[in-house]
């Protein structure tokens, strides 16, 4: 499926979530449910250090495609990062680089990413689309 | 007994609505919320007074300048200095702490000169002195904490040495809300020719301040801590010591003469004041004093502790609550974490609520390493806050907690 494609999905979910409560009740099921199995991600070479919470992210292409694994120590965190990872994850270099992310607007997380908020979104981002704007280049 | 809900009244921004819920302002220790006392003193300087001082000969700049020299005298008053020329205006405890670093390491600190502060201390009372060693070849030496919370001063003692020149110390942990027993240090170190350095930003909103009393060498804070508006602090300084360190910045408004082969400074306070100082600042500060002192800080002081106590005693009576700081001696910052449960995530669902708190490392790594997390969830209380606040936040991890619980 391709990003917008994905991105209406999840924003078709969560409009059948009413209020905050349970949105971000649905995002730390999500973080829960949120399982990397890789013992070298969690290590300083993948970490993006923010004030508030940790996030590591790991970048590596397979065909044509880029296979991204990322985690945070934070569950909400994690949540928001498992919904990036849906979208962006095995996607196309290019497609990744050029994705405008309006789901976060349209579920109203966007305020996650403001480059001010401390919990490392905004930079996972940027590292995600630099890295693939690096190997489309 | 204070009418809290009059005071609460004074205060526009806490009738807003966070998410639809009324605001609950536990942020204090960041930056209090303005009485509109202050508001419409900065509104009507800009309206009705605005003028750059000490130079002008027209009648709205002398009139500008009154009012600078009044806010200081209020400082001066305020904390009970000797003199008003040993209150300079600076843009806040940073910039202070910065400026007597920086002087004192032109002046009175040579190489191998030893410098002494604590684990507790914001980075703004590290980094500073940090830099400053690595510049002049000085020793930089903490005084540590024990699991309470507490200064382990018997090492203080054991950390003097006859280089030992100063000890900066804060007087109430930004984060622990610990207030240490600066007057007995000071006691203790100027048997030894010590210079002392009080961090006082957050202290003089909930203590009152008697800096002769003290015998503090510095006492320093902020503004905007205490009802004042952003980007106004204070650096009190013994006159002794004005006045043989050298000027921070180097301007107009600080000299007496210049010519291209020499400059001619000033006496204190105008020599540290170089460039437009921050005169609307000034005067909010002023008339946050006047505000605290209207209501009188005693008072302030002991309805404070009260919502503080309260508070304390019904965290630790939650399950899964652990509260960093156990001492009698605290006020103002408050630092707790929930079991299991990240402080990023329990500060975003507390925000959801409208309860406003911090959580992070609130600028103090090294006391973060020694009790071994990440960061702390913390509440910091004001003189506006009741004891509904108390129980909102209280009810608001109840359900922070449920909420993390989920499947």
Redesign the interface.
Known sequence: MNINSIQDQIIEEFSELND??DK??YL??LG?SHNIYDEDLKTDKHLIAG????VWVKTEINNNNVILKADS?????RGIISLLLRVLNNQTADDITHADLYFLDKIGLKSNLSPSR??GLAAIVKQIQSYAAEIGA | MLNIDKIRADFPILKRKIYNNPLIYLDNAATTQKPQQVIDSVAEFYSFKNSNIHRGVHYLSEEADCEYQQARETVKEYINAEKSSEIIFTQGTTDSLNFIADTLGRSLLKKGDEIIITEMEHHSNIVPWQILCNQIDAVLKIIPVDDNGTLLLEKLQELITDKTRLISLTYVSNVLGIINPVKKIIKQVHNHDILVIIDGAQAVQHIPIDVQSLDCDFFVFSGHKMYAGTGIGVLYAKQKWLEVIPPYRYGGGMISEVNFENTLFQDPPQKFEAGTVNIAGAVSLKTAIEYINAIGLESISSHEKKVYSYTVEKLRKLPKVTVYGNTTDMCGALSFNLDNIHHYDAGTLLDKMGIAVRTGKHCAEPLMNRYGVQGTIRASFAIYNSIEDADALINGIRKVQKIMATK
């Not at chain 1, 004030?51 to 940790?54: F, L």
């Not at chain 1, 120590?73 to 965190?77: F, G, M």
């Open positions: 905050w409560l971000y009740e730390i099921t829960k004030c508030q919470s940790n120590d934070a569950l909400i965190t401390a919990n």
